[in-house]
């Protein structure tokens, strides 16, 4: 069984740097496509970036498009979100979430199978 568990959130001043990692146990994530999702308080969750099975292709919300990186390390069975030059805005409750599809990062949807349990994030001063 997948179980995901994330780690490396925490309270961060405006334009500052997090980075979030994503660990898997009892799996291998490389055969997962994987994303990152967070929910703010009063709104819906939001799809931030995936990364492919297939290809390992990467897609970004407009919102945070240059920004944040998702990246791989297969060796220690780990997806990564760096986040630079943080926004209040973006602050809420960061998810990671594997499906086993190839074509799950092709659309942007947030039905995926397996969740961690989230991270919060805060920006603030």
């Known amino acids: 069984q997948l179980q995901l568990v994330e780690s490396g959130g925490g309270l961060v001043q405006p334009g500052g740097s997090l980075r979030l990692s994503c660990v898997a146990s009892?799996?291998?994530?490389?055969?997962?496509?994987i994303g990152w999702f967070r929910q703010a308080p009063g709104k819906e969750r939001e799809r931030v970036s995936c990364i492919s099975l297939s290809d390992s292709s990467t897609y970004y919300a407009n919102s945070v498009l240059g920004r944040f990186t998702i990246s791989r390390d297969n060796h220690k069975n780990t997806v990564s979100l760096q986040m630079n030059y943080l926004k209040p805005e973006d602050t809420a409750v960061y998810y990671c979430?594997?499906?086993?599809?190839?074509?799950?990062?092709?659309?942007?949807?947030?039905?995926?199978?397996?969740w961690g349990q989230g991270t919060q994030v805060t920006v603030s001063s």
């Open positions: 009892g799996v291998p994530l490389d055969s997962y496509s």
């Open positions: 979430a594997a499906d086993p599809s190839y074509v799950a990062c092709w659309h942007d949807r947030t039905t995926f199978p397996s």
